[in-house]
């Protein structure tokens, strides 16, 4: 090519030449790396060996200069951009590659900036972002990249098209900032919806949903109807509603983080708004349920306040699965599952190792309709700390309720109940410590209460104490069997570290304590129950606490040669009753507190014989 210190230059032509299209009036030496414009496009100067026919085929054309000769094998040429889009090649790494053209590989993502968007918090990119969302061909998908940047949008974004993935470059880089009230911040729906029509496939990664403005009934983000979703690296900020799930199937969410509104400008909120969310699962317009949800390493929290009133809210699901997380800070409860036409399904609920914290007033709510139809909810792991009513309550509303299972786990510092369960079939706790379960100081709590359950309540290797580290309840019976319950009850390996008692029975005249047994306590149980002047004593165990001004002439759970010890709080009447229990002395036995008696059940006599009492 000729040669020369114009590198760099910038040579304007008006006219054509004739040697291939190749330009006349330039000087007599021009570098490459110059540069020429003709017909208001730039051409770069650039050198080639290759034949004119080939170049030309690529939009090269050849330069006509003074002194460039047309025979030489040495030439200078210029490229048009338009002919970049083919001149260009792009060969991936590796074996097996085939080299494409830049304009191709390009297109394998479409940026939000391909549409105009600017990302400076300033500009309204709603336009642009949904330009770029909708130029993605129909079934194909396709990724739609926002590069670091924030993005401001004054109305919903919308997806209606399968495998949309929005793909960001970090949490805290790549940001749309909603600035309306009028809708979600990102709403994903076929286009026929409610129809039977699902969209196959959506994902964010990597960026962040966050609302400029105060919102009263809308969502982040709202999934409709949506099968194979995939969330993975997403905040969602200063919002009224989370993500929202209406129907769908087989979501999967790793590494989300949802904090709730700011006091500080621009954002005001003055209380906490109802109905307002973390994450919310139910089901369509049309009935169809969400199934299949899976949700792992997540932290849903308040900031300064507690603004959101439910952390997760479950109104109908088959199938939630929690695993790794911290919800903190609702104003009502961190987890409430509550059916709300009244014909729901909820089954399948469970979650391992999750943190339910600092909430008012319950850590888990469960509500319902006499219509629902309820499963039952397995904890594993789980730690409630510091509601000011109950850790979990089951509400009698729920009728039906498949019941609690709790496997491992820990409840401190509730400030009356550690669970209350008003309403449920099988209970089952194990190796749970009820620590520092009446804060509040209120009348007839305890770490575990059964109001009415049917089938069986287990609990095995759980601990209760009133105190937890420097905190200390006030006075909190471990277990309390209430009315209704009419269940077959057992306690086994299980400590109580309290000043009240260990087991309470009082007045459950249906339940079947049939099994206390390997217990250490500082009180024994409780017994309050009389049914047809027979005071209900479990089947197994040797020292009962009895309270409560009771009249009896029996004593049930009866074996041949059982020996059973009770200790008297207050005044009580024990009868003598041949056939019933033969006292010292044939006469009625007054207790006062501290008082014991000792008697030992003989099968040849079908009575319980007094060997021995102490009284005050």
């Known amino acids: 090519p000729p040669t020369g210190a114009n590198t760099g230059s910038v040579f304007t032509v008006s006219t054509g030449g004739t040697t291939n299209g190749g330009f006349t009036g330039l000087p007599t030496t021009v570098a ?41 094998t040495d030439k200078t040429r210029a490229v048009h951009p338009a002919g970049l889009k083919t001149a260009l090649t792009f060969t991936q790494a590796g074996t097996g590659a085939k080299p494409r053209s830049y304009e191709s590989k390009l297109k394998d993502v479409v940026s939000v900036k391909d549409f105009g968007a600017v990302g400076d918090g300033a500009a309204d990119d709603t336009a642009a972002i949904q330009a770029a969302i909708d130029s993605i061909p129909g079934g194909k998908g396709g990724t ?91 905040h969602f900020e200063d919002h009224y509603g989370g ?20 006091k500080t400008a621009p954002v005001s909120w003055s209380a906490p708004q109802a109905g ?30 507690a603004y959101i009133e439910n952390g997760i809210e479950i109104n109908c699901v088959d199938g939630i699965w929690l695993s790794n997380g911290h919800v903190m800070g609702c104003s009502h409860a961190n987890m409430i599952v509550r059916p709300i036409v009244g014909d729901e399904v909820i089954t399948g609920i469970r979650t391992d190792n999750v943190w339910f914290d600092n909430n008012t007033p319950h850590g888990l709510y469960v509500t319902g309709t006499t219509s629902a139809q309820f499963g039952s909810i397995e904890l594993y792991g789980s730690r409630f700390l510091s509601p000011t009513v109950s850790a979990i309550w089951v509400d009698s509303s729920a009728v039906g309720f498949g019941g609690l299972i709790m496997n491992g786990g820990v409840i401190h510092k509730s400030g009356k109940f550690g669970v209350m369960v008003r309403e449920g079939r099988q209970c089952v706790f194990n190796a749970v410590e009820f620590a520092a379960c009446n804060t509040g100081g209120s009348a007839n ?16 290797n759980c601990h209760f104490t009133n105190v937890q580290h420097s905190v200390t309840a006030a006075a909190m019976q471990g277990v309390r069997i209430a009315p209704g319950a009419t269940s077959q009850v057992t306690v086994s390996g299980c400590s109580f570290n309290l000043d009240a008692a260990a ?6 005249s249906t339940s079947d304590l049939n099994n206390y047994s390997n217990n250490t306590t500082t009180k024994s149980p409780n017994i309050k129950t009389v049914t047809s002047s027979v005071l209900n004593v479990p089947e197994i165990g040797d020292v009962f606490y009895v309270s409560n001004a009771l009249n009896f002439n029996n004593i049930g759970g009866r074996w041949d040669g059982r020996r059973i010890t009770l200790v008297f709080a207050g005044i009580s009447t024990v009868k003598h009753s041949v056939g019933g229990i033969r006292l010292s002395g044939g006469a009625d036995f007054v207790s006062k507190n501290y008082d014991t008696l000792t008697l030992v059940y003989l099968e040849s006599v079908s009575d319980w014989i007094e060997v021995g009492r102490m009284v005050s």
């Not at 929202?244 to 904090?259: D, S, V």
């Not at 709590?445 to 095995?460: E, F, K, W, Y």
């Open 503 to 508: 087991l309470d029975i009082s007045d459950s």
């Open 276 to 305: 307002s969310f973390f994450l919310k699962v139910g089901r369509s317009s049309d009935k169809q349920q969400a199934f299949e949800i899976f949700v792992n390493n997540f932290n849903f929290r308040w900031d300064t306040d």
């Open 243 to 262: 993500v929202q799930i209406l129907g769908g199937n087989n979501h999967y969410y790793t590494n989300l983080f949802m904090r709730s509104a700011r």
């Open 32 to 72: 490459v790396g110059a540069q020429v414009i003709y017909d208001g496009a730039k051409w770069q100067l650039m050198a080639s060996n290759t034949t004119d026919a080939t170049e030309v085929a690529k939009g090269v054309v050849e330069l006509a200069t003074a002194t460039e000769t047309t025979t030489g």
């Open 144 to 234: 739609v990249y926002f590069p670091g940047g924030y993005y401001k949008t004054t109305s919903t974004i919308t997806v209606r098209k399968d495998l949309i993935y929005f793909l960001g470059d970090g949490v805290r880089a790549s940001v749309i900032r909603v600035h309306h009230d009028t809708g979600p911040g990102v709403e994903v729906k076929h286009s026929t919806s409610p129809g039977s029509t699902f969209v196959n496939g959506f994902g964010m990664s990597d960026m962040m949903i966050r609302a400029f403005t105060k919102t009263t009934a809308n969502s982040a983000l709202l999934l409709n109807k949506v099968q194979l979703v995939n969330l993975q690296n997403v």
């Open 445 to 460: 709590t305890s770490g575990l209460s059964i109001q009415n359950a049917q089938d069986n309540v287990i609990i095995s």
